[in-house]
């Protein structure tokens, strides 16, 4: 049985900045409570390491991050690398609580990109996944901005808008073609920027370059859009088994049965920890016809 490691995967710039700048603080701050609102990045097993550094995550999906601010009386808060909306931002800075903002730089200038084209008089189409922390924080800032999740609901809108078409920076590069494929289609004068992040683009193309693959290991959070993108993808392009799996707890190991080449990737909010314990385990049932698990090292994921 052979395996494989998918180049590039595992972590981006974006994540890996969050988390520096998440330890950092705890480094600068000691003694001061620090907390998170929503997850920093979209992986549980980070929040899990963060909090062995006694910071707090808040995340509540019953409640608006406003409420999880009213929630923090004093101390330090971290917004995560999806993005905030402005007004929660001014609200904590309001209440006198020190601000940290990890937003990703790819997601900061997809905002100016379009605070500038809403200026101009454009009419944004916002191609991303709804109730995604990334898209809500664009969607915050404009209502002229819409959210495009289907190139259905490009046939959905007035034929007379003035339209900028962009997009959530972590979406599949095949799906969102099809949409701005649409949107051209509908409106000829549109101005379309893809602003897929250049580390989604590049480990989704390593993925579509993937050939003879029996089983393919997608390392990630089930919650984390990028690495469900992944699995995705893997899928559209006929690789006949793939499985998103958070550690190598989760290895089936009905799943390696007649099984000779394995790849193994992982989302950009994945530890490269969890990819590597993958591949170690698989290659001691290409030993032992068992796998060979350890406890989960949450220390060693940031």
Do not use: W
């Amino acid at each position: 049985m052979e395996i494989e490691r998918v180049i590039p995967s595992g972590f981006c710039e974006g994540v890996a900045r969050a988390i520096r700048m998440a330890k950092d603080a705890r480094s600068e701050y000691p003694n001061e409570k620090i907390y998170i609102i929503g997850h920093l990045v979209h992986n549980r097993l980070i929040s899990e390491s963060l909090l062995n550094l006694d910071i707090v995550t808040l995340d509540d999906e019953k409640k608006t991050k406003e409420d999880l601010i009213d929630m923090i009386d004093s101390g330090i808060v971290i917004f995560s690398a999806h993005g905030i909306a402005d007004k929660i931002k001014d609200k904590a800075t309001r209440k006198g609580l020190t601000v940290i903002d990890a937003t990703c730089p790819f997601v900061l200038k997809t905002k100016e990109i379009i605070k500038g084209r809403l200026d101009e008089g454009y009419d944004v189409l916002y191609i991303g996944k709804y109730k995604h922390p990334e898209a809500m924080a664009i969607l915050s800032m404009s209502n002229k901005i819409r959210i495009i999740e289907t190139a259905s609901d490009v046939d959905r809108l007035n034929d007379d808008l003035k339209v900028f078409a962009t997009n959530q920076t972590t979406m599949s590069t095949i799906e969102v073609k099809k949409i701005y494929d649409r949107i051209s289609e509908k409106y000829p004068d549109a101005l379309i920027a893809d602003e897929i992040c250049n580390a989604t683009r590049k480990r989704q193309e390593a993925v579509m370059a993937l050939r003879r693959v029996d089983l393919l290991y997608v390392v990630g959070d089930p919650s984390s859009n990028n690495t469900n993108k992944l699995k995705e993808i893997a899928e559209n392009i006929g690789i006949r088994k793939v499985q998103l799996i958070q550690s190598a707890h989760d290895i089936d190991i009905d799943d390696l049965k007649n099984v000779q080449k394995i790849y193994v990737t992982s989302g950009a909010s994945t530890p490269n920890y969890l990819r590597e314990e993958v591949i170690e385990v698989l290659k001691t049932y290409d030993k032992t016809a068992k796998l060979v698990l350890k406890p989960l090292d949450i220390s060693k994921l940031i």
